[in-house]
C-alpha cells in the first residue's frame, strides 16, 4: 500500500496521476486542504481501490510518524512511500530571518526525512526488504533558474528552494546507502510542470521558461506518473539511490 504525504498547496495533481496507477490500496496525507476527502473518494471510485485521506502536518516528526503508523495498521502493511512535501517563498535571500528560513527547511527537507524515517522503520519491521521510498526534489537541486531572481515577487524562491531540494536529493542517496536491507530510495526531480499555480508568475518569465526548454513546453501532471511507478515497483528493484530528473531537457543545454 503507497501513501504519499501532499505539497502544502497542490494536493490534486502529479500526485494522484501517480496513484491511479499503482495497488490496491491508497493513503494520501495532507495538511490543509479542503477537498481532500472527496477527492480520495474519487480515487477510490474511479479505481475500484480503497483510498483514504489522512491529515498530518508533515513538519511534526511526532505527527507525521503516527499518521504513516496508523495507515499501515489501518491497510495492514506498507509498501510505498511518496514523500511530496514542498513549499516556497517570496523573500529575496538578503532578507531572509532565521523563521523563513526554518519554514523552508521544516517543510522541504525536514517533512521529507521525518515522512520517510517512518516508513523506513515499518519496512524494517515487515522485513521483506522490498519497501519503497520515492522522493520529490526538483530540477532546481542541479541548477538555478532564471530570471526569477530579477525581481522580487510572489515566486522568488530561490536560493533556499533550491537548497532545500538539493538536500532532498542528497539525502535519498546517503539513506539508500544506509537503509539497503529493507527498503529502496530514489528521487524524482521535475522541472516546470503545468499547472495553475505558474499562472501566477510574470508572462515574461513564462516565455523565458519556453525558450530554455528545448521541448518548448511545459510538463502535465500524467507525465510524472510513468517514472513514479517505475522507481516505486519492482521494476526497478536494482535502482536505489537514483535521482530522475524530467524536464523536457530544461537542464541541458
Not at 479505481?47 to 495498521?73: F, L, M, P
Not at 515522512?115 to 519491521?125: P, R, V
Not at 546517503?174 to 499547472?195: H, K
Request: glycine share 6%; charged share 20%; net charge neutral.
Amino acid at each position: 500500500m503507497p501513501c504519499g504525504p501532499n505539497r502544502h498547496s497542490d494536493l490534486d495533481r502529479g500526485g494522484f496521476a501517480i496513484q491511479r496507477e499503482r495497488t490496491k490500496g491508497v493513503a494520501m496525507i495532507y495538511n490543509t486542504s479542503s477537498t481532500a476527502n472527496e477527492l480520495a473518494s474519487q480515487i477510490a471510485s474511479e479505481n475500484k481501490i480503497t483510498c483514504r485521506a489522512y491529515q498530518a502536518n508533515v513538519t511534526s516528526k511526532e505527527e507525521i510518524t503516527s499518521t504513516i503508523n496508523r495507515i499501515k495498521s489501518d491497510f495492514g502493511k506498507l509498501d510505498i512511500v511518496v514523500a511530496n512535501s514542498g513549499i516556497a517563498s517570496s523573500v529575496s535571500a538578503e532578507e531572509y530571518t532565521v523563521e523563513q528560513w526554518r519554514q523552508i527547511m521544516d517543510v522541504n527537507l525536514d517533512g521529507a526525512f521525518w515522512t520517510a524515517q517512518a516508513a523506513a522503520n515499518i519496512f524494517k519491521e515487515q522485513g521483506s526488504g522490498k519497501g519503497s521510498i520515492v522522493f520529490t526534489a526538483s530540477v532546481s537541486a542541479s541548477l538555478v533558474n532564471v530570471p526569477q531572481k530579477q525581481a522580487a515577487v510572489w515566486a522568488l524562491l530561490i536560493p533556499f528552494y533550491n537548497a532545500s531540494k538539493a538536500a532532498v536529493v542528497q539525502l535519498a542517496k546517503c539513506l539508500s546507502v544506509e537503509w539497503v536491507d529493507y527498503c529502496r530510495v530514489n528521487c524524482i526531480s521535475p522541472g516546470f510542470i503545468a499547472t495553475e499555480i505558474l499562472d501566477h508568475h510574470p508572462k515574461e518569465w513564462r516565455e523565458k521558461w519556453y525558450d530554455m526548454i528545448p521541448a518548448k513546453r511545459m510538463a502535465q501532471a500524467y507525465e510524472l506518473k510513468g517514472a513514479y511507478v517505475f522507481a516505486a515497483s519492482d521494476a526497478s528493484s536494482y535502482m536505489t539511490g537514483a535521482d530522475i530528473i524530467i524536464d523536457g531537457g530544461y537542464n541541458l543545454p
